[in-house]
Structure formats: C-alpha cells, structure tokens
C-alpha cells in the first residue's frame, strides 16, 4: 500500500542551523511528491513539489527513488520558519496521501 | 487568500446523530475533495468529486457520504457518528480534473467536529 513516513514528531533547531525534515514513501508506481506547511492559526497550503524542482522560501527538496526519499532541506532555519510540515504522495486519481507530519521549532 | 471556505468552524454532535459539512470552492475550481484529519496525524482522504460526480473514494465506510454542486459548493454527510469521528475535516478545492500536473490544490481552514 502507498505510504508516507515522516519520523520526526519534533525537529527543534537554532536559528541559523540547517535543517532537514526526513520523508520517505513507498508506491508502486512513478510518484508525484509535495510538501505542505501549516503555519499556526493558518490553514494547509503547498510549500513545493517535486516536479517543479524550485526553491520556496529558501527551502528545497530532492527526490531520491533510489532510497524513495524525499526530504525538506534549508541550509540556516529561520524563527518564521516554525511550522507543521507535511510530505504527500500523489496517487492516481488525485488523491494525496500525507504522513503524519513534522513539527518543525526554530528557536532564538 | 485561497477563497475555500468550510462551514461551521467548530461544531459538538452525540454519538448516533448526523452532521453536514459545508464547502464553498474557489469559481472555477470544478475539483473538490475532502479528507479527515485526527489529532495528530496528517489528513486523510475520503473522497472526492469533479463536476458533481464522485471521483475517488478513501478508505471510509459508506456513512461518509458527499455531494457538489453546480455552484462550486460541495457537502460531506456523516451518518450515525462514532466517538472515532472526532476530527477536523479539510475540504480541498482545485481547478482540473487531475489536481496534480500543476494545478494546486487549495485547503480551507477546516470544521473541527467533536462527537460526545
């Protein structure tokens, strides 16, 4: 069955340290992956996709098929950047499987 | 502003009773889906329709039920509500029939339902 694991509960960093939030997936077939933040008080909203291979806010996200991974990198974290992260698979039909998310905290 | 509203915002129901939800999608957006997030875990699928028709469906049983509208306004209907039912439910709006491909994909902030 299509999975999304996010191991993290937590991620606790300083200001200006990088950061790496872990994704993997499992699929059978040629994954659509995305990442999604939700900021306190704020409603889910897309951060980036894989296909677009952009840079949103200073973050990035590479995806590996060979160790099907796909993690959310920042080289120095930023207070504003404390947040709910949650990576989703695309499956056929339009659906989006979400893990159970990362609480990223950046602190001072 | 992503223009997806969800009604009510917050809402207490007993075990037994049944609940609509209301969803009102961004003009143009003839994709919408719903998905169940419990507390602490990241939203899972339901179903969704496209152009007033089902369009996929998750693994919840037939008491979870939907309907669009031409309007772009979109319903999810729970029938005989269990204490597991306790949630927020996203209604998900986005412009094409394959929400990927580029299209976006558009949350609203969420009903919080509270089943007692």
């Known amino acids: 069955a299509q999975r999304v694991t996010q191991p993290e509960k937590l991620l606790s960093v300083f200001k200006g340290a990088p950061v790496e939030l872990k994704c993997n997936y499992s699929?059978?077939?040629?994954?659509?992956l995305f990442w999604y933040v939700q900021y306190s008080r704020q409603r889910l909203q897309l951060l980036l996709r894989?296909?677009s291979r952009e840079s949103i806010k200073g973050f990035t996200a590479d995806l590996n098929k060979g160790e099907t991974s796909f993690h959310l990198k920042k080289p120095f974290a930023q207070e504003e950047d404390s947040a709910m992260y949650y990576c989703?698979?695309?499956?056929?039909?339009?659906?989006?499987?979400f893990g159970a998310g990362t609480i990223l905290r950046v602190k001072s | 502003e992503t223009g997806v509203t969800q009604s009510p915002t917050h809402l207490i129901k007993t075990r037994g009773q049944q609940v609509t939800l209301r969803c009102s999608s961004q003009?143009?957006?003839?994709?919408v889906s719903w998905y169940q997030q419990a507390l602490g875990q990241g939203p899972q699928f339901i179903f969704q329709?496209?152009?007033?028709?089902?369009?996929g469906r998750g693994n919840f049983p037939p008491r979870f039920s939907g309907l669009q509208f031409p309007n772009y306004s979109s319903e999810l209907n729970v029938n005989a509500l269990e204490l597991d039912d306790s949630a927020l439910y996203l209604c998900?709006?986005?412009?094409?029939?394959?929400?990927?491909?580029?299209?976006?994909?558009?949350f609203g902030e969420g009903s919080w339902l509270t089943v007692v």
């Open positions: 998900a709006s986005s412009p094409g029939r394959t929400s990927f491909s580029g299209n976006t994909i558009y």
């Open positions: 699929y059978s077939g040629s994954p659509e």
């Open positions: 894989h296909i």
């Open positions: 989703a698979l695309g499956e056929y039909g339009n659906k989006l499987v």
């Open positions: 003009s143009g957006h003839n994709t």
């Open positions: 329709y496209y152009r007033e028709e089902e369009n």
